[in-house]
């Protein structure tokens, strides 16, 4: 088994609440094989308050997540090259990404927006719990790849195929 921490980056167009919720899955799943990052093309600027109270309710620590620009992932101004990218949302998978130095494998994850449900407290806690609950099978089938004995082809397929739903 091999040493090597694989760094992954979950983008959303606002980092607020998905890309926020899938970095503290992976953090909390990855078993140290996996160094978890997110950010959006168009950062919100705040984490959704929504997400914070989800993952506070499941014993998660929420007081580093921000929401963050992807450019601060730039090699070039030292941020760390990514192994992976995960796009979570429609709107981030349609923009055009910047190029990531090492070409990180990539994927489209996407999961609807808890942060747009509107209604009583109940369904949009429900939105939330649901978008959770995606976004923690997707990670788990991720976190059990045998990563490092795949080829890029068949690692490739088997991300795709865990988007899909």
């Not at 760094?7 to 992976?26: D, H, K, P, Y």
């Not at 070409?103 to 429900?126: F, L």
């Not at 004995?149 to 068949?154: A, H, I, Y």
Request: hydrophobic share 45%; proline share 5%; glycine share 10%.
């Amino acid at each position: 088994m091999s040493d090597r921490i694989f760094n992954v980056l979950f983008l959303c167009t606002g980092n607020s609440a998905r890309s926020i919720m899938a970095e503290a899955l992976l953090g909390k799943m990855g078993g140290g094989r996996f160094k978890a990052f997110s950010a959006g093309s168009m950062p919100a600027g705040q984490v959704n308050p929504g997400a914070l109270r989800m993952l506070g309710t499941l014993g998660y620590e929420t007081e580093h997540f921000r929401s963050k620009n992807w450019s601060e992932f730039d090699t070039a101004t030292g941020g760390p090259v990514m192994d992976f990218a995960f796009t979570v949302c429609d709107s981030a998978a349609a923009e055009v990404c910047p190029v990531w130095p090492g070409q990180p494998i990539t994927a489209h994850w996407g999961i609807a927006d808890p942060a747009a449900v509107s209604g009583s407290e109940a369904e949009i806690s429900a939105a939330f719990a649901q978008a959770y609950r995606l976004l923690r099978h997707r990670i788990e089938a991720f976190v059990s790849l045998p990563v490092e004995s795949l080829d890029r082809m068949t690692l490739q397929s088997r991300l795709d195929a865990i988007g899909r739903p």
